[in-house]
């Protein structure tokens, strides 16, 4: 079956820029993850939906980024005003309750900002 | 806050070595243990996990990892390594939060294999 896709794949955008990037979970997965990837920080958490819902957004880096996910399938991380310290790869992962249950990856979405 | 730390940044090694990745864990409660991989050009996924129970895990591809709580580790092992395990290794931790703080990631360990 289909797994997790991530749009675009690659992403090169200006200083002060807005992008949005999208996230294509496995369906019938309730849960959905973002995280990013990069040479600094490593993997980092960002924020988590059950269903629709955000519980926690304190994982988001600034307020310059936000989440949002409709139907509790698709969804969007807006980054405000790009700064170059954005540039990451941006990952989504589902699972199919959330909690324990397995995490599945998609390919990410590599952001550079110039 | 949970943490988690990978000895080894890079490693290398010929095919049929035996292999250990290091992984220390800091977290205060019960604590749930992963190790993910990413092949060149491929997404992460998920090589074994552990939960409870038996502290030796096993999972894909001949990996298993051993749970000792008095140290805070999860090291993952593999007796005889080949060419194909060339990939950047991830050991994580989950609280039992119920997932919505997400997965912690160690910084990685990119292992070569050489044939």
């Known amino acids: 079956g289909a797994g997790v896709s991530q749009s675009p794949s690659n992403k090169v955008t200006e200083k002060g820029k807005d992008v949005e990037l999208r996230c294509d979970p496995i369906?019938?997965?309730?849960?959905l993850y973002w995280y990013r990837q990069s040479l600094g920080q490593g993997l980092e958490f960002l924020i988590y939906?059950?269903?629709?819902?955000?519980?926690?957004k304190s994982g988001l880096p600034s307020d310059r980024f936000s989440a949002e996910r409709t139907g509790g399938s698709v969804s969007t991380l807006t980054i405000q005003r790009t700064q170059q310290e954005d540039s990451a790869v941006y990952l989504c992962a589902s699972s199919l309750a959330g909690g324990l249950s397995e995490q599945y990856f998609g390919p990410g979405t590599r952001l550079t900002v110039t | 806050a949970q943490s988690v730390s990978q000895h080894n940044h890079h490693v290398i090694l010929s095919e049929a070595a035996s292999l250990e990745l290091g992984c220390n864990y800091s977290?205060?409660?019960?604590?749930?243990l992963f190790w993910y991989v990413q092949y060149p050009g491929q997404h992460l996924q998920l090589l074994l996990k552990?939960?409870?129970?038996?502290?030796l895990v096993k999972g894909i591809k001949g990996f298993e990892a051993e749970f000792i709580k008095s140290k805070f580790s999860f090291n993952l092992r593999k007796p005889s390594v080949q060419w194909s395990d060339t990939a950047e290794y991830f050991c994580a931790v989950m609280g039992s939060g119920g997932g919505a703080d997400g997965l912690t990631f160690g910084k990685g360990t990119h292992l070569i294999i050489q044939p």
């Open positions: 552990y939960f409870s129970g038996d502290p």
């Open positions: 369906s019938g997965h309730t849960a």
């Open positions: 939906f059950q269903g629709n819902s955000a519980p926690d």
């Open positions: 977290y205060g409660g019960t604590v749930n």
